[in-house]
């Protein structure tokens, strides 16, 4: 498994912009899947985006498509969250999640797929 720490977070305006980061220590990260996740208060964690270990294939929530891009540096074990056009409604904790195998989207867009998990930064964007 891969030890996880999540970065980038912060307090921005609405229109605004954020980059996350997710570093990741261990074997073989190049080999893993890894997607970004968000819960907000009171709610569930939901699907943002995922990206497969050669950063061919990404996915996408609905509600970030056009707006957040998610890419990954294999050479510096780092996969990225870079959001744009930031909206109040994408306040959440957002966390990476990590799983060596290779699967289908489905599995990709679904937290209890995924193996490891970092700790989750703070998004909070102000109207």
């Keep these: 498994q891969v030890q996880l720490v999540e970065s980038g977070g912060g307090l921005v305006q609405a229109g605004g912009s954020l980059r996350l980061s997710c570093a990741a220590s261990g074997r073989s990260f190049s080999s893993y899947a890894m997607g970004w996740f968000r819960q907000a208060p009171g709610k569930e964690r939901v699907f943002v985006a995922a990206i497969v270990w050669s950063g061919g294939n990404t996915y996408y929530a609905d509600s970030v ?24 409604e994408d306040t959440a904790v957002y966390n990476c999640a990590a799983d060596p195998r290779h699967a289908g989207s489905y599995y990709y867009t679904r937290a209890d797929w995924y193996g490891s ?11």
């Design 65 to 88: 498509k056009g707006r957040f891009t998610i890419s990954r540096d294999n050479a510096k074990n780092t996969v990225y969250l870079q959001m744009n056009s930031l909206k109040p």
């Design 117 to 127: 998990w970092g700790q989750g930064t703070q998004v909070t964007v102000s109207s």
